[in-house]
């Protein structure tokens, strides 16, 4: 069998007293493109932050290419090829573009493999070249995005985790986005994206997993679950 990328096996996960995730299974192959489907305080982003260290499971196990890391440390998990694209894009506003792009690096020693990394996410997202030099505070909401997934790109990943592509973005930024990440994932990175625009969401996975009150309730092909008459109807407000 291929080695899996990802493979989260009967994960619980909470806060406190209060468990949110239950019993979660998913995988993500290699190169593989993998949507989360939820609505919200479903669980998505406890998931997400389970897969990248920020949150330790009370149960169950997370390993990255067959190796077991579920009480592994955020750094742990950089280094094994995931970076984490977090909700809300969390940049450092009094920073420049440039500096924000580099933090995404900072576990890395390969210099010439940086500064290759670097014209390749300004060649994806020019106006960040443009404006390398100015603080990312300046930035709109769809060029913020474009510097949280182009730091995100410059850990080098295999897997790059994404929270929320385009919550409060105009649709031609979002077309913009996901186009990129379409390119992203065909030189063979993979991506488990959470997207609330569920639509796009089918459109850019290979698979897709739904998450309902923290467990998975329905997973598979994403054509096949975009043509879910369950699916339509609860989370694309088609009949
Ligand atoms: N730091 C925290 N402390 C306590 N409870 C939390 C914390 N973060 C999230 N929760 C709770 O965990 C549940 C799941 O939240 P989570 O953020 O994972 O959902 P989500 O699916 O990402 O939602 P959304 O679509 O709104 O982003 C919610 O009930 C939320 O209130
Ligand atoms: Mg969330």
């Known amino acids: 069998m291929a080695p899996r990328k990802l493979a989260v096996a009967n994960l619980q996960a909470g806060y406190g007293d209060v468990q949110v995730l239950w019993d979660v299974t998913m995988e993500v192959g290699p190169g593989e493109l993998v949507s989360i489907i939820g609505s919200n305080g479903a669980g998505k982003t406890t998931l ?54 580099l933090m995404g690096a900072y576990l890395r020693r390969d210099k010439a493999g940086i500064a290759v990394d670097l014209e390749r996410v300004y060649a994806m997202f020019p106006i960040l070249a443009e404006r390398r030099w100015q603080d990312a505070g300046t930035l709109s909401g769809g060029e913020q995005q474009m510097c949280a997934i182009g730091r995100g790109l410059m850990a080098s990943p295999s897997l790059l985790l994404i929270d929320e ?26 991506i488990l994206l959470v997207e609330q625009d569920v639509m796009n969401a089918l459109e850019l996975a290979d698979r897709a997993y739904v998450i309902d009150h923290g467990r998975v309730t329905m997973s598979g092909p994403a054509m096949s679950l975009a043509n879910d008459p369950a699916i339509r109807e609860a989370y694309m407000g088609l009949a």
């Open 48 to 101: 997400m932050r389970c897969i990248s260290g920020l949150l330790v499971p009370t149960a169950g196990s997370i390993e990255v290419d067959d190796k077991v890391m579920t009480q592994a440390a955020p750094a742990n998990f950089v280094r094994a090829g995931i970076a984490h694209v977090p909700e809300g894009r969390r940049l450092f506003s009094a920073m420049s573009i440039r500096d924000n792009l």
């Open 165 to 190: 592509l385009s919550l409060g973005l105009a649709p031609r930024v979002v077309e913009l986005l996901s186009e990129s990440l379409r390119a992203v994932n065909k030189s063979g990175v993979a």
